[in-house]
């Protein structure tokens, strides 16, 4: 379609004013079938009175009208130049004097007061959205429509935007665990998770159960049901316990705690020797370890090992501390300060390890 092909035909010399005047205007673009185009698409200019045709620049009192001229429908128009399909193109006052018009005719044309019935009659009852939507399905989002809504989101504070986002998800959240609930017979979700676990299910069981992500029950229980969380990690880790309890008594202990602190955190013993110990492997040692919030002491053996022979070495010198020290800091004081071992020289049972002495 080409604006020149489709021009209107007029008086020789009103033509050719046209043609001058349309020469002036600026091509903004071209669309894809090549037809140029002479104001922005997605927006509709105005003085107020005049509105500007996209097809060839000119401004005038009524777009609507003038788009026969170029063998455009107006649907075709909005579609093309990215406006919604309800957006006027006219100015004020030639709306206003189309209102007025209509008014009249509203009053005194029967066909027009029984068609405008009609239509109020369709949207009182809901008809005309639903088919406004059917219509509208598939159709690609108008420019214009995207450009108000970027608007209208860039003005609300991204903070606030966070919040109803993060409300609605908590919401959506709340609904999901309410109807797995109840279409499991129970009354709230902390309630037939417990029930679950009780009968040996995991979260991931109960997840996939109930038709969820396998993790959906790992993630969200704490923020569903925070007590019903609590109680299904302590459920579990009595599971967990369960296999140590045997092991455990013949060695002398009542619970898995007391006896990962005894072997660790007091004799100093290394994941490994434990669960050597067991039988279990570095694994179920080290989840144990997690279970109970115990904290680990990485190389703990090798660690004790080495202090207790500092501690030998300083007591066959007489001195209380044996202090370790950077090889930078020794350089650092100089020779004015003088240390009982001199750097260079390596203690029997501190091999590997510069240290010197401070403290009688
Ligand atoms: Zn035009």
Redesign the pocket.
């Known amino acids: 379609m080409s604006?020149e092909m489709l021009s209107p035909a007029g008086e020789p010399g009103r033509q050719a004013a046209r043609k001058h005047d349309r020469a002036l205007r600026t091509v903004l673009g071209v669309l894809h079938d090549g037809t140029a185009f002479y104001a922005p698409i997605g927006e509709v200019i105005t003085d107020g009175t005049r509105v500007i045709?996209?097809?060839?620049?000119?401004s005038?009192r009524s777009?609507t009208a003038?788009?026969r001229?170029?063998g455009w429908t107006k649907v075709a128009y909005c579609e093309a130049f990215g406006l919604e399909r309800g957006e006027s193109l006219e100015g004020p006052e030639t709306r206003k004097r189309r209102s007025a018009a209509f008014s009249a005719r509203l009053i005194f044309d029967p066909a027009v007061r029984d068609g405008s019935a009609a239509g109020r009659e369709l949207a009182r009852t809901g008809a005309l959205t639903r088919a406004a939507v059917a219509a509208a399905t598939g159709r690609p989002f108008p420019e214009q429509r995207r450009r108000k809504a970027a608007q209208a989101l860039a003005a609300i504070p991204p903070e606030v935007i966070a919040r109803t986002n993060s409300d609605g998800a908590a919401c959506r959240r709340g609904q999901v665990a309410e109807a797995i609930a109840r279409q499991a017979g129970y009354p709230d979700l902390g309630s037939l998770v417990l029930a679950r676990i009780a009968d040996g299910a995991s979260l991931t069981v109960i997840s996939r159960e109930a038709g969820l992500h396998k993790d959906w029950l790992s993630r969200h229980l704490a923020d569903v049901d925070p007590a019903a969380a609590d109680a299904a990690r302590q459920l579990r880790a009595d599971r967990m316990d369960a296999r140590w309890v045997p092991v455990l008594s013949g060695l002398g202990f009542a619970d898995v705690a007391s006896y990962l602190r005894e072997r660790h955190l007091m004799r100093h013993w290394s994941v490994n020797a434990i669960a050597t110990e067991i039988g279990f492997s570095n694994h179920t040692v080290n989840a144990a370890f997690r279970r109970h919030g115990l904290a680990q002491v990485s190389h703990a053996s090798k660690r004790h090992a080495a202090r207790q022979r500092a501690e030998q070495v300083a007591a066959r010198l007489g001195y209380r501390v044996l202090r370790t020290t950077s090889a930078g800091e020794e350089r650092m004081a100089g020779p004015g300060r003088q240390s009982p071992l001199s750097p260079g020289s390596r203690s029997p049972g501190c091999a590997g390890m510069r240290r010197n002495l401070e403290g009688r």
């Not at 045709?53 to 000119?58: A, I, T, V």
């Open positions: 604006v045709c996209h097809l060839c620049g000119r005038l777009v003038h788009l001229a170029h």
